[in-house]
């Protein structure tokens, strides 16, 4: 696929299984994270599927942001395909327990990020009337759980703006997909719990998660659908769970 894409978040979990498999399919990439040792690692593996070039910045920061867009490599420039994925929880707190750090985070990263991005690319996506938006949502931005309040309120948000950016990209032949994860065993839960491993792999116990490769599989499956078709909206879960707070765990 003679094609561009930007990843955010692409130094773990989702974003790195997504560059992967864009790799194997020939799609020229552009990987974005803050960790810069993950991102040298990838460009070397990767670059041997593809042509890669790497950013280091983070979502939150509006000027790094700016600037390291404005810093692509000229043949990396038309990008086809923006992934906004780049987001975590940090903390599960009740309302009145919640540490107002974490909420900033969240809100900073998962919605401001994901604005600032695509704020830089959109442009010259409407410029060449073509372009493809997949927005890394959650089961959170769909129903909200104890103690999960602003990072489902960030989700939500995510969901909210997919859906106006349909509206609003209409015009332009631009596509924009969302896609809705339940439970994934990624870093996310070391991030959510700042580290504790022992908290992070119970969340993951007794069940089979999903694993990052199957959310991977989806979203290429979504770009690589013909150019009239748009895939709103998926959510996926893992088969052992009907719900954010409802998970069939092995009994033992
Ligand atoms: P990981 O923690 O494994 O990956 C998160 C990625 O986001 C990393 O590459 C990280 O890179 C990047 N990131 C985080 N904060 C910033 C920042 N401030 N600036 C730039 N990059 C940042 O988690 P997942 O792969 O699971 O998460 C990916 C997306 O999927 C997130 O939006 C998450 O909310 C969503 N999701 C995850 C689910 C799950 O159960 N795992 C379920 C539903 C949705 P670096 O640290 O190098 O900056
Ligand atoms: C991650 C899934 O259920 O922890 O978005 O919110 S959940």
Known sequence: MNKTAFITGATSGIGRATASIFAQNNIRLILCGRRKDRLEELQITLGKLTEVT??????????EVENAIKSIPENFKQIDILINNAGNAHGLSSIQNGDINDWEAMLDINVKGLLYVSKAIIPQMIERNNGFIVNIGSIAGKEVYANGNVYCASKHAVNALNKSMRLDLNNYNIRVSAIHPGAVETEFSEVRFKGDTKKAAAVYDGYDPLIAKDIADIIY????????????????YPTAQASASVIRKNKE
Do not use: C, G, Q, Y
Request: hydrophobic letters at 40%; proline letters at 4%; a neutral charge.
């Open 54 to 63: 790497t950013l280091s910045f983070d979502v939150s920061n509006r000027k």
């Open 221 to 236: 499956f979504v770009i690589s659908r013909p150019s009239h078709v748009n895939i709103e909206d998926l959510v996926v």
